[in-house]
């Protein structure tokens, strides 16, 4: 059984930084490529960040240079080290296989950035 447990959110002024972790169970973790998705009020899940079981990073455009995803597949674990934060960040993020995600969602972690 898939389970996604994001944690690490809170509320930060804008220019401030916060990590995010999702520890991953019930698949094969190292085999997957991985992803940070978010989603803010009245708008579609997006994804943010990827990373591959090659450790290959991808980003949408609004994250470059600022948010860094990695992983480590020796505690099934994905990381979303957030720096320079806008309050355009402010969402709700969750992890998931990314391109082609599990049906079974995490309950994703709350991102409130105050100007």
């Known amino acids: 059984q898939v389970q996604l447990v994001e944690s690490g959110g809170g509320v930060v002024q804008a220019g401030g930084s916060l990590r995010l972790s999702c520890a991953a169970s019930?698949?094969?973790?190292?085999?997957?490529?991985m992803g940070w998705y978010r989603q803010a009020p009245g708008k579609q899940r997006e994804l943010v960040a990827s990373?591959?079981?090659?450790?290959?990073?991808n980003y949408v455009d609004s994250v470059k240079d600022r948010f860094t995803i990695s992983r480590n597949d020796a505690n099934n674990t994905v990381y979303l080290q957030m720096n320079s934060l806008k309050t355009e960040d402010t969402a709700i993020y969750y992890c998931?296989?990314?391109?082609?995600?599990?049906?079974?969602w995490g309950q994703g972690t709350q991102v409130t950035v105050s100007s």
């Open positions: 998931n296989v990314a391109v082609h995600p599990f049906a079974s």
């Open positions: 019930g698949f094969t973790f190292s085999r997957y490529y």
């Open positions: 990373i591959t079981s090659g450790v290959i990073r």
